[in-house]
């Protein structure tokens, strides 16, 4: 059974990264696309970059000069940076798997909510 | 940035009756469309891929149809369990994008 766990730290400061790692269990990271979404609260989906497994990567434009995406194959994990943050990236933050180019995201992993404040 | 727009925001229907959502794309993405399913404080659940193609698991009241700019979520009677915020999105194009979500209600 393919599992997605996002960790990381639930409570940024303003100005400073957010960082997320997805621990991947039931699937090998290798010939697959995997993503980060958020959710602001009470709000649609944003869909924030993916890296594929040898490390290419795709961002959303409204957030490209300040995100990071990468991969580690050998712990079969991901991660998401997000530099300079705002109130505005207050979101829960899902990471999730795209199993061919065109695709949807079908297995997800729960979602954490990180809040950015002082 | 390719837009898509759902509708109703809000749609209320009764139990085992027909529900129709919509979804609208500002310019063509093909059969490249996906629908879930999100309840409150769970992930989202991918339901239809392909435009009409059901994922594993899904029951069959859920059908999905329409190509280029056009799209129709279709659950055939209502259960219980289907009162839910619905969401379509594209991955014809980069970036990836979502509708705003159709509320269905009881």
């Known amino acids: 059974q393919v599992q997605l766990q996002e960790s990381g730290p639930g409570l940024v400061k303003p100005s400073e990264t957010l960082s997320l790692t997805c621990t991947v269990s039931?699937?090998?990271?290798?010939?697959?696309?995997w993503n980060w979404i958020r959710q602001p609260p009470g709000k649609g989906m944003e869909w924030i970059g993916n890296v594929f497994y040898s490390g290419v990567t795709n961002y959303n434009p409204s957030l490209t000069s300040r995100v990071t995406i990468s991969v580690d194959t050998s712990k079969n994990q991901f991660s998401l940076k997000l530099t300079s943050v705002t109130a505005a990236d207050t979101a829960v933050y899902y990471c999730?798997?795209?199993?061919?180019?065109?695709?949807?995201?079908?297995?997800w992993g729960q979602g954490t909510l990180v809040t950015v404040s002082s | 940035e390719i837009v898509m727009t759902q509708s109703p925001a809000t749609l209320s229907v009764s139990l085992g009756e027909r529900a129709t959502l919509s979804c609208r794309a500002t310019q063509s993405v093909s059969s490249n469309l996906a629908w879930y399913q999100q309840k409150p404080g769970q992930a989202p659940r991918l339901l239809i891929s392909g435009a009409s193609t059901r994922a594993t698991d899904i029951p069959a009241r859920f059908s999905g149809s329409g190509s280029g700019t056009e799209f129709t979520l279709t659950i055939s009677s209502l259960q219980s369990e289907d009162f839910a915020v619905y969401y379509c999105?594209?991955?014809?194009?980069?970036?990836?994008?979502f509708g705003q979500g159709t509320k269905l209600e009881i």
């Open positions: 999105q594209q991955y014809n194009d980069w970036p990836r994008s």
């Open positions: 039931g699937s090998f990271i290798s010939n697959y696309y």
């Open positions: 999730a798997r795209v199993p061919s180019y065109y695709y949807g995201f079908d297995y």
